[in-house]
């Protein structure tokens, strides 16, 4: 596999598509028939977004959690909140900082560990005029099924499942036009 990615041998998997109004049960059927090699995504039309309020991204000091802020950033978003275990950005990701604070928003960089529901209460609680939560957060324990552990298993799904879960409850009484979970 190596020396085949090196040589840009490599393809990637396949990908169905399906419209989210007009296909969704088409595209549950296929997953239903375990037939579909590669992914199966289901899209929502482009909708005009509102940007108005305060946006959290969690995970939002890397990776896909940076992307979405810089997107949300292009979109006219004015407030946005990139919330890290850290609180920091990861090394060489401070320009990202100064390209979103260029295109008008006013950022904050916030301290949450997604896996623990004091952090997440405290993240949701100082966002006033919520609008919408982006939840990038998670850890990478990568390995073949047969040699994960519980402990493994643990560290990755506290951040990403049980974070989804607290963001859900700290935000539920709170309206907000967006809520959107990364897997």
């Known amino acids: 596999l190596g020396s085949r990615a090196r040589a840009d041998a490599l393809t990637s998997l396949p990908l169905q598509s399906f419209n989210m109004e007009a296909q969704h049960e088409l595209a549950f059927r296929a997953l239903q028939s375990g037939l579909n090699t590669g992914k199966i995504v289901v899209r929502l ?20 959690g940076l992307l979405t802020g810089r997107w949300l950033a292009q979109r006219g978003t004015r407030s946005l909140v990139l919330a890290s275990r850290s609180g920091a950005f990861a090394k060489n990701k401070g320009i990202e900082w100064e390209a979103m604070e260029a295109s008008g928003v006013t950022p904050s960089l916030e301290r949450c560990d997604t896996g623990q529901a004091v952090h997440v209460l405290r993240l949701v609680a100082h966002a006033s005029s919520l609008s919408g939560v982006w939840h990038a957060a998670g850890v990478l324990a990568d390995a073949v099924l047969p040699n994960q552990d519980a402990v493994g298993v643990a560290r990755v799904f506290a951040p990403k499942a049980y974070g989804a879960w607290s963001l859900h409850t700290a935000g539920a009484m709170l309206p907000k036009h967006t809520f959107a979970l990364f897997s």
């Open 45 to 64: 039309l482009a909708r005009s977004t509102t940007c108005n309020g305060v946006h959290i991204v969690t995970g939002g000091t890397s990776g896909l």
